[in-house]
């Protein structure tokens, strides 16, 4: 089966990917939107730019939403106001763009261990999150919620069990996984856990230590996507494999990890003539 890729377009960077995308059947995922100066500033002219930009594209659209500062289920209802108000536009946009779908951060504070911060989390979650998922939902937009600083894979998975809505679904960060997540859960953990809920996977190298989005063949990269990739195609064989690095060139580089050529078992014979 040929694998579902996509490139990571950034603010300084996306008629590059655009143009490797058109070149190698390839789809695009939008980070303009996610920063506040964009969304405050002229975001329709940007967003004519984007329809035109993308227009040649091949394959799908999505988009990378608001994420820095945001803070959804805070016990606050006036930083709730905000990220609600963030989240709407960027779905506004996404349905503009034509993107099935939006990535939005879970933000829940990974140095907390406690318990009841956790279940306060949770059920504050269960609160917001509902009419946004109705507003994406009239629009034609599913939002998939990544991990971040979550150092355990179920307090994503448990959120969206209690939801249970079709429109409400994952984005599992490979590198997000390894470096925030406690010792004590495998990368086996993250993908048992989450899989019955992802649609998308975000997918670069980093050292271990920091979040950096390099190529996979990095010199300094810890992660093995020659050995991640099988375990991932089995567990979630219809997700979108997201290409999140900085630089185009890493992005064109890492393309060999990838089934990018439809083999025997795609297509389908064609029905026979009878007379």
């Known amino acids: 089966m040929r694998d579902r890729v996509l490139l990571s377009a950034g603010r300084n960077n996306a008629a590059e990917a655009v143009a490797l995308a058109v070149e190698k059947d390839l789809g695009i995922e939008v980070m303009a939107f996610a920063f506040p100066d964009v969304l405050d500033g002229d975001w329709q002219t940007t967003l004519a730019e984007y329809k035109r930009l993308l227009a040649p594209v091949p394959g799908k659209i999505t988009l990378h939403g608001p994420f820095m500062d945001m803070a959804s289920g805070s016990p606050d209802p006036r930083i709730n106001a905000v990220s609600t108000a963030r989240y709407r536009a960027a779905i506004h946009i996404a349905a503009e763009l034509g993107a099935p779908q939006i990535v939005l951060h879970a933000n829940f504070i990974g140095s907390l261990h406690n318990d009841f911060y956790r279940q306060g989390w949770h059920q504050r979650n269960l609160d917001f999150w509902p009419p946004l998922i109705s507003y994406a939902y009239e629009r034609g937009v599913r939002l998939l919620i990544e991990n971040m600083w979550e150092f355990d894979p179920t307090i994503i998975a448990d959120l969206l069990e209690a939801i249970d809505h079709p429109n409400f679904r994952a984005c599992l960060d490979v590198g997000h ?5 406690a010792p004590r859960f495998s990368w086996d953990d993250w993908l048992r856990v989450m899989a019955p809920w992802v649609d998308e996977f975000h997918m670069n190298n980093n050292n271990g230590i920091l979040d950096e ?10 992660l093995d996507y020659h050995a991640l990739l099988p375990g991932i195609r089995a567990a979630c064989p219809m997700a979108d494999l997201v290409m999140e690095m900085d630089r185009v060139s890493d992005m064109r580089a890492s393309l060999h990890y990838f089934r990018l050529s439809q083999t025997a078992s795609d297509s389908r014979p064609a029905d026979r003539l009878t007379g």
Request: glycine share 20%.
């Open 213 to 222: 989005h390099h190529g996979f063949d990095w010199s300094e990269g810890v």
């Open 177 to 181: 996984a390894h470096i925030f997540g």
